[in-house]
């Protein structure tokens, strides 16, 4: 192909005329650009001589030579390359390794050597266009990320980069050269999709990747559900651990060093807590692709209260009068309760069993001193109150051994905080235990074996002492004896009830029942006859108070009797109760009901007498004349008694048209004597 500069010298010699030396054109580097496969002819021109020497070189290496005007040019060049008569040079069917700079030379002799130059540029289609990586992962923080491209054919005379479709320029953030596109400072912002645009005069072809920057994992987020500062021991509660990263982080649980099997999405369930599943918990994040790691720490709480409530209580140091132990005790619970007593002087607390020493007594004597028990899901408190012993009455109580030896307890127990210690003396001296004595644990109790009436009737002392007082009793001890009884009778008389009172400090081991008259019936016992003299016919235990039989006749008398027993030992039997036929009423019941039926008597007279003179006021009367009026008037003033005796008669009663009668109605004066007389 012909280029136009030889055309341009051509006609400058037309227009001129002449030449005077050997010229040729182009002048400046010429490119030209050709497609892979196709013709391409470097063209130029030459003027000032008619047949210069024309020699081709691509480089430094010659290619071909020849003489313009020789027809002949046969040899001259060999390949792809075809000489022009005018010098210029043809490439045929031009192969990519054809690429290159070539120079042409003329010169003819006599005359300067001149010459031109072309940059020979052959493309080919491109096609097949990847995009490629170095490293093959994008992670962030990594200081260059370079992605370049290839092609399966032809060459880019312009290369673009893109992102997100946005076009990058060379700068601090990104760096363009070559085939390559580097990132520096990788950050997560850039995942996203790079694309690579090449073109050349005969193709262009674009080809994109989508970049995903790794990373991650990130400071984790710890939750506790529910959302509570601590938890009660039963509870349940979950653990979720999540962190940002590409890809999602894996959660990996840890507590006192030791995996947790946490659930498919990652969260720790903890049903039904226990106080040891209290601590920390570590999560770890793990980014697969990357394996980097991060973890994060999570404290749960877990309480328990004490079990019930807290006990307050006192005692005395070691015995010593003059100082007190004051304790609260409020075992277990996680953690320990803390208890205090703030109104002491002592001024100070403890955890879960606590106690404080106090001297100065004397002032605390019936005062209420307070515990103040603290535990995170509890507060509460108890109390106590010292005092000295306050006064008691003593408790006896005996029983018979199986060699019937009597045993006598003397109970001594005076309410007292702390307990009172006893000390039990006898004719001023200080009992202790022994074989005839024996003194309980807790001092409370004098146990007096081989009880003999004869011998050990006596007068027995007990002192209740406790720090803050003491209280001090005598005990006299009774033989067996009744103080008071009574008897009672069914309603049909066939079955008779005896109570009885004995005396507080009497030492009884029982009671018998005796009875005399006939003998009670049973069904399967029959009467037999008549008992003249007391029998023994029930037992009782020295417990008993009242005692009951039955199979009584209605129709019989009979006499009964309690005896009371110490051991083998009787005492003085009860008064006898009688019951029978006429037995029902006592002699002062006789005589109380005999005094009442005279007055009884009167009474019914006396009502008599002023319902028949209510009667006859009811008969209508005449008026009477002054004198009889104050006759009548003034005998309201006198002594029925002495009219009576002095027989003076009554005025007469005037009356008109007065009906006879069969008797005469009495006069006032026969009601007045009536009622005197009655």
């Not at 962030?140 to 997100?164: C, D, I, P």
């Not at 029942?513 to 029998?535: H, R, T, V, W, Y």
Request: contains cysteine; neutral net charge; charged residues 15%.
């Amino acid at each position: 192909m012909q280029t136009p500069f030889g055309l341009v010298y051509v006609l400058l010699l037309f227009v001129t005329g002449s030449v005077c030396y050997l010229s040729i054109l182009p002048k400046a580097p010429v490119s030209v650009e050709a497609l892979v496969g196709q013709n391409v002819t470097l063209g130029v021109s030459h003027a000032g001589v008619p047949q210069p020497e024309v020699m081709w070189f691509k480089g430094s290496l010659l290619v071909a030579r020849w003489t313009v005007g020789n027809g002949s040019l046969s040899g001259v060049a060999s390949g792809v390359f075809k000489p022009e008569l005018n010098g210029s040079l043809t490439f045929m069917n031009v192969p990519l390794g054809y690429n290159g700079t070539y120079t042409v030379e003329m010169n003819h002799i006599g005359e300067e050597k001149v010459s031109a130059t072309f940059n020979l540029f052959v493309y080919d289609v491109i096609t097949n266009v990847s995009l490629r990586s170095d490293p093959g992962d994008a992670v962030e923080g990594e200081a260059r990320f370079t992605l370049y491209y290839s092609t399966l054919q032809g060459e880019a005379k312009e290369v673009r980069w893109f992102f997100n479709g946005l076009q990058l320029r060379n700068g601090s953030r990104y760096s363009i050269g070559g085939k390559n596109l580097t990132v520096n400072q990788l950050g997560r912002n850039d995942t996203g999709r790079y694309a690579a645009s090449l073109s050349n005069p005969f193709s262009s072809e674009t080809q994109g990747r989508n970049i995903t920057v790794l990373y991650g994992p990130d400071r984790p987020v710890l939750k506790v559900s529910p959302t509570k500062a601590l938890f009660v021991s039963g509870e349940s509660l979950s653990l979720s651990c999540q962190a940002e990263g590409e890809p999602p982080p894996s959660a990996t649980w840890f507590f006192n060093g030791e995996s947790v099997a946490p659930s498919s999405t990652g969260t720790v369930v903890l049903s039904d807590v226990k106080t040891s599943q209290s601590g920390i918990y570590t999560c770890v994040m793990i980014n697969t692709r990357t394996e980097v790691t991060l973890q994060r720490n999570i404290s749960v709480i877990v309480y328990e209260p004490p079990g019930g409530e807290p006990l307050c209580s006192v005692r005395a140091v070691n015995g010593d009068a003059a100082a007190l132990q004051f304790l609260c005790l409020w075992p277990g619970g996680a953690p320990e309760a803390r208890v205090s007593f703030p109104g002491l002087s002592v001024n100070a607390s403890g955890y879960g069993n606590y106690s404080v020493t106090v001297n100065d007594i004397q002032s605390l004597n019936g005062r209420e001193i307070i515990c103040e028990a603290e535990h995170p899901l509890i507060r509460t408190q108890c109390s106590v109150i010292p005092r000295g012993p306050v006064d008691f009455l003593p408790v006896i109580l005996t029983s018979v051994s199986q060699d019937e030896q009597t045993m006598v307890v003397i109970r001594c127990s005076a309410e007292a905080t702390p307990q009172a210690l006893v000390q039990w003396i006898k004719n001023g001296h200080r009992l202790q235990t022994g074989p005839k004595y024996q003194i309980s644990t807790n001092t409370t109790r004098l146990i007096i074996y081989g009880f003999n009436v004869t011998a050990d009737l006596d007068t027995y002392t007990c002192a209740a002492i406790n720090p803050l007082g003491n209280k001090t009793v005598d005990t006299t001890l009774l033989g067996p004896q009744i103080s008071n009884s009574s008897v009672s009778l069914s309603i049909n008389r066939t079955e008779v009830t005896l109570s009885w009172v004995v005396p507080l400090t009497s030492v009884i081991t029982g009671f018998d029942i005796q009875m005399k008259g006939p003998e009670i019936s049973s069904p399967s016992q029959p009467k037999l006859g008549i008992a003249s003299d007391f029998l023994t016919v029930q037992s009782e235990p020295a417990s008993a108070r009242s005692s009951t039989l039955s199979g009584l006749n209605p129709e019989s008398t009979y006499y009964f009797r309690i005896v009371p027993k110490a051991g083998r030992t009787a005492g003085e039997q009860s008064e006898q109760h009688r019951i029978g036929p006429a037995a029902g009423l006592s002699g002062a019941a006789i005589a109380g009901i005999a005094a009442g039926i005279p007055c009884a008597l009167l009474l019914i007279l006396i009502v008599l007498a002023f319902i028949y003179c209510g009667r006859r006021d009811r008969i209508p009367r005449y008026p009477v004349s002054r004198a009889t009026e104050k006759a009548v008037i003034s005998q309201s003033a006198l002594n029925p008694h002495r009219l009576l005796r002095a027989r003076l008669k009554p005025p007469p009663a005037y009356r008109l048209q007065q009906p006879e009668r069969s008797s005469p109605l009495p006069s006032e004066n026969s009601c007045a004597r009536m009622a005197t007389t009655v």
